[in-house]
Antibody
Framework: EVQLVESGGGLVQPGGSLRLSCAAS????????MYWVRQAPGKGLECVSY????????YYADSVRGRFTISRDNAKNSLFLQMISLRAEDTAVYYC????????????WGQGTLVTVSS | QSVLTQPPSVSAAPGQKVTISCSGS????????VSWYQQFPGTAPKLLIY???KRPSGIPDRFSGSKSGTSATLGITGLQTGDEADYYC???????????FGTGTKVTVL
């Protein structure tokens, strides 16, 4: 069974930093690209970053470029999102999701971790 | 704001059919596959439709997807109270080099 479990969320002050993790199991993690997707309270979904299976290709949404860094450790079946210079508008539930096939589909999702940026 | 536009809400009686539109452009829907996701309050999104019209294992055939030009449509037939949720379309945008989601549609069963 495919499982994605996020961790690392919490309350952080504006300007602060946080590192999210996503532990993958039930599939060959090194064969799949991954997304980080966030959802602000009461709002829609926003894909903030993409990383290919070998980390050779990385994309960021304009809203986080230069502040967020996506990475992965295929040996440890883990995905990461390093967030710095956090703003109130970064407050959201952050999900990791597995990319399926060639259609860029987010096929499996974790349960999410809440990041709250507030003083 | 999102580059994919959906109606904020749709509603119908139990057993009826609803359709949800997703309007985009040539840089996204026009040249890439569309997926649809279902999300219940407080839970993670779940894949409903991928590659425009394919259903993952376990998704009932009451759910269907189609695409024409720069628009896509999700159909739900035999509407059930358990279908009340938010629905999002999603696709790759080649100009943005980003996966983009629609604005989301809330389905209400009357």
């Amino acid at each position: 069974e495919v499982q994605l479990v996020e961790s690392g969320g919490g309350l952080v002050q504006p300007g602060g930093s946080l590192r999210l993790s996503c532990a993958a199991s039930g599939f060959t993690f090194s064969s799949y690209s991954m997304y980080w997707v966030r959802q602000a309270p009461g709002k829609g979904l926003e894909c903030v970053s993409y990383i290919s299976s070998s980390s050779s290709t990385i994309y960021y949404a304009d809203s986080v470029r230069g502040r967020f860094t996506i990475s992965r450790d295929n040996a440890k079946n883990s995905l990461f999102l390093q967030m710095i210079s956090l703003r109130a508008e970064d407050t959201a539930v952050y999900y990791c999701a597995r990319v399926e096939g060639s259609g860029w589909t987010a096929g499996y999702w974790g349960q999410g971790t809440l990041v709250t940026v507030s003083s | 704001q999102s580059v994919l536009t959906q109606p904020p809400s749709v509603s119908a009686a139990p057993g009826q059919k609803v359709t949800i539109s997703c309007s985009g452009s040539s840089s996204n829907i026009g040249n890439n596959y569309v997926s649809w996701y279902q999300q219940f309050p407080g839970t993670a999104p779940k894949l409903l439709i991928y590659d425009n019209n394919k259903r993952p294992s376990g998704i009932p055939d009451r759910f269907s997807g189609s695409k024409s030009g720069t628009s896509a449509t999700l159909g739900i037939t035999g509407l059930q109270t358990g279908d009340e949720a938010d629905y999002y379309c999603g696709t790759w945008d080649s100009s943005l080099s980003a996966y983009v989601f629609g604005t989301g549609t809330k389905v209400t069963v009357l």
